[in-house]
């Protein structure tokens, strides 16, 4: 068969159900042998969107998202869809087509070495000099995407490589030489972590991705609840933990929980759980953490120490490494006081912030809208963000009840992402409601996949929070730069509404709380995809608020 049926098998063999892509020249046998596959291509309208719904079927199915490009801008119009996906460790398998083996090198027409661009921001990469390597080098890239610490993994192949008529054989079993991911628990040092729990006055959980991403989070919960312990997450561990239970206290971090960002400082004892301590979350890495032991569990033993020095190094799954400590904890721990001062100066924190930090006197604001938009989804549904104001008010005032359906761009940062993220995270769970918290200097980005949404019959909510300001480099213009606005104008350009009904989607907009309201539940009935245009005002910041190069007890609350 040739190279291109043959990654189309392959793919079959590793259960694809759902590919993301675009055609073009170098990957047109591919398009062609795709007319008989056996699952789903939704085509996009820009590669971008493509990495970024095959990111967002990736977190739901904590599996790897697939999305095809052609050569040269096709390929890299994906790469950063690739750095988000590696930035925040989602498993996505990106198939490149690439000029004939005989051109590469040569300037060709839609040439670009997109292996030496994507190695920096992928776990790995690919390119089949012949077409009897396609089948193997399938299996292994989905192999290291998803294994160990997730990440992206590209597969670049030539054009006559997909061509090429050749025997296949498709192998049951690979070996990456190499490659031997860490992930059962390292029990050496858990003795040291027991003690060091069952010696501290003030512990703290600080739970990061890797608990969303190995899925850990009845583990999570049973040592919280165990030693009762409250919990903070990092923003990207937001959702590790339900947020209305009464050990939560939500993320900590440049746009954190008030109470979270004291709570943690005042700590003696922080098990950080699939966290890496980045910068958005604990502010200066020398003064974060003095006088505390630290117990980190990765998966990845790069992350051990990278940022911070830690008293104890659990290096494997975290999953694993949770059931241990608790199996080992169990057997030790000593019935704790129901009056622990610990668990009352929680709640002294949470009731001092409730009182302390205002909202807007709006009808509609930032705040009220996010807690609307809660009280009327089911607790199971799906929440992706932009990335801006949009995102950090999400991080404040959106609880995630059902651990695992929150997710952002967090460590990229990358503008765009959550509204394409929200069509691959529906196309993973169609019978759920999926919702893209934005703002509308992020939706600007990717609108054009409201496209997708609805010829392929995804339909999304997009909350669209519209102050026609590129609403987060506003409100440092404000808070830094004396009100010097440049560039953060959008001069009420344009009419969601309107865009919305071009596409054949339901555009709705919402100037009362009354008619917000309406507008959700209107939402969840649609079988189009909703975008809710929501005016808020230009000047609503988001507090509290840490600013860059300064440490969380530098927290400004605007209060």
């Given at each position: 068969?040739?190279?291109?049926?043959?990654?189309?098998?392959?793919?079959?063999?590793?259960?694809?159900?759902?590919?993301?892509?675009?055609?073009?020249?170098?990957?047109?046998?591919?398009?062609?042998?795709?007319v008989d596959a056996n699952f789903r291509h939704i085509?996009?309208?820009?590669?971008?969107?493509?990495?970024?719904?095959?990111?967002?079927?990736?977190?739901?199915?904590?599996k790897a998202g697939v999305c095809f490009a052609t050569s040269g801008p096709g390929a890299t119009n994906l790469i950063?869809?690739?750095?988000?996906?590696?930035?925040?460790?989602?498993?996505?398998?990106?198939?490149?087509?690439?000029?004939?083996?005989?051109?590469?090198?040569?300037?060709?027409?839609?040439?670009?070495?997109?292996?030496?661009?994507?190695?920096?921001?992928?776990?790995?990469?690919?390119?089949?000099?012949?077409a009897a390597e396609i089948p193997e080098m399938i299996k292994k890239a989905v192999y290291i995407a998803e294994s160990g610490r997730p990440g992206p993994v590209l597969v670049d192949i030539p054009k006559d490589v997909q061509q090429a008529t050749?025997?296949?054989?498709?192998?049951?079993?690979?070996?990456?030489?190499?490659?031997?991911?860490?992930?059962?628990?390292?029990?050496?040092?858990?003795?040291?972590?027991?003690e060091l729990l069952l010696n501290a006055e003030r512990p703290i959980i600080m739970a990061g991705g890797g608990v969303i991403l190995s899925g850990a989070f009845s583990e999570l919960q049973a040592l919280a609840e165990l030693v009762k312990i409250p919990v903070v997450s990092t923003f990207k561990g937001k959702g590790a933990f339900p947020e209305n239970h009464p050990l939560a206290m939500g993320p900590i971090g440049m746009h954190g929980h008030a109470e979270a960002n004291k709570i943690i400082l005042e700590a003696d004892c922080i098990v950080a759980v699939g966290a890496r301590f980045s910068d958005r979350s604990v502010g200066k890495f020398d003064e974060f953490g003095k006088g505390m032991s630290i117990i980190h569990m990765d998966i990845d033993p790069a992350e051990i120490g990278k940022n911070k020095s830690v008293d104890v190094a659990l290096v494997g799954d975290v999953k694993s490494s949770l059931r241990t400590l608790v199996k080992m904890l169990s057997?030790?721990?000593?019935?704790?006081?129901?009056?622990?001062?610990?668990?009352?100066?929680?709640?002294?924190?949470?009731?001092?912030?409730?009182?302390?930090?205002?909202?807007?006197?709006?009808?509609?604001t930032a705040r009220k809208s996010l807690k609307k938009l809660r009280e009327l989804l089911p607790a199971n549904a799906i929440v992706t963000t932009e990335v801006g104001q949009c995102q950090m008010w999400a991080s404040l005032h959106f609880d995630v009840i059902t651990p695992g359906t929150f997710f952002s761009s967090t460590g990229l940062?990358?503008?765009?992402?959550g509204f394409p993220a929200s069509i691959g995270a529906k196309a993973a769970r169609p019978n759920v409601p999926v919702v893209d918290i934005a703002g509308d200097g992020s939706f600007n980005m990717t609108e054009n996949s409201l496209a997708v949404s609805v010829l392929d019959k995804l339909p999304v909510i997009v909350f669209l929070m519209n102050n026609y300001m590129l609403g987060m480099v506003a409100q440092w213009q404000r808070t830094f730069y004396n009100r010097r606005y440049s560039g953060v104008h959008q001069h009420n350009c344009p009419d969601y509404v309107k865009i919305a009904d071009a596409y054949g989607a339901q555009g709705i907009r919402a100037e009362s709380m009354h008619e917000l309201e309406k507008a959700i539940k209107a939402a969840l009935k649609s079988d189009v995809a909703t975008v809710i245009d929501i005016p808020i005002d230009p000047e609503e910041d988001v507090y509290p608020f840490v600013a860059p190069g300064t440490g969380l007890k530098d927290m400004i609350t605007g209060a």
């Open positions: 068969m040739t190279g291109a049926k043959a990654l189309i098998q392959a793919l079959e063999k590793e259960g694809v159900d759902v590919v993301f892509g675009l055609p073009g020249g170098a990957n047109l046998p591919i398009y062609d042998a795709l085509l996009v309208r820009h590669e971008q969107a493509a990495a970024h719904m095959a990111d967002g079927y990736a977190r739901i199915k904590r950063t869809g690739i750095a988000t996906a590696y930035a925040d460790s989602s498993p996505i398998l990106a198939v490149t087509g690439q000029v004939p083996l005989a051109m590469i090198g040569k300037d060709a027409f839609q040439e670009t070495d997109i292996i030496g661009v994507a190695n920096p921001c992928t776990k790995y990469s690919f390119q089949p000099r012949s050749v025997d296949m054989k498709f192998p049951e079993l690979i070996k990456v030489r190499g490659y031997n991911p860490n992930v059962e628990a390292d029990l050496s040092e858990m003795v040291r972590a027991v057997k030790k721990m000593i019935k704790k006081d129901s009056d622990n001062p610990w668990l009352k100066r929680r709640k002294e924190l949470i009731q001092y912030y409730a009182e302390t930090l205002k909202d807007y006197p709006r009808e509609i940062g990358t503008m765009g992402f």
